[in-house]
Antibody, heavy 112, light 104 residues
């Protein structure tokens, strides 16, 4: 069974940084495209970034390009999202996703 | 970049109605499409994966179909629990903007 467990969310001031982690199990992680998805309060679902199984390809939604970095450690079956220069509009629940399987999400709040 | 559109954006229906939501992709996306249901304050719930496979535990009144760039979610016999917002997603990539199903 696919399991995805996010961690690292919290309250951060505008301009600050945060690193999200996702521990994956139940499938061959190194062969899987992975992504981060978010949902701001009262808004729709938004894809944030994805990364190929070997890490050789990455892409980002325009609004986070240059500020967020997706990465992975296949030896640890882990996915990461480094978020820098955070803005109020980045406030959301962030989900780790593999195809149609999601983690439970972690809340990121950007506020002074 | 691939983009997904959904129609309609809002759908007013009655209990027992047959409801169809359409998701269109700007490019061919093969079978990498899922449908989710979301209610206010709750996490999205997977309904359909790989275009037409029903997730375990989801009622059989939900079905998915389509290919290429056009996909549909059908609810055959709308139930009170089905009033919600529905999203399509191209795997590990973009979402449609959502379709809200409310009571007529």
């Amino acid at each position: 069974e696919v399991q995805l467990v996010e961690s690292g969310g919290g309250l951060v001031q505008p301009g600050g940084s945060l690193r999200l982690s996702c521990a994956a199990s139940g499938f061959t992680f190194k062969n899987s495209w992975m992504s981060w998805v978010r949902q701001a309060p009262g808004k729709g679902l938004e894809w944030v970034a994805n990364i190929k199984g070997d890490g050789s390809e990455k892409s980002y939604v325009d609004s986070v390009e240059g500020r967020f970095t997706i990465s992975r450690d296949n030896a640890k079956n882990s996915l990461y999202l480094q978020m820098n220069s955070l803005r109020a509009e980045d406030t959301a629940i962030y989900y780790c996703v593999r195809n149609e399987r999601w983690g439970q999400g972690t809340l990121v709040t950007v506020s002074s | 970049d691939i983009q997904l559109t959904q129609s309609p954006s809002t759908l007013s229906a009655s209990v027992g109605d047959r409801v169809t939501i359409t998701c269109r992709a700007s490019q061919i996306i093969s079978g990498w499409l899922a449908w989710y249901q979301q209610k206010p304050g709750k996490a999205p719930k997977l309904l359909i994966y790989m275009v037409s496979s029903l997730e375990s535990g989801v009622p059989s009144r939900f079905s998915g179909s389509g290919s290429g760039t056009e996909f549909t979610l059908t609810i055959s016999g709308l139930q009170p629990d089905d009033f919600a917002t529905y999203y399509c997603q191209h795997y590990n990539y973009c979402f449609g903007p959502g379709t809200r199903v409310d009571l007529k």
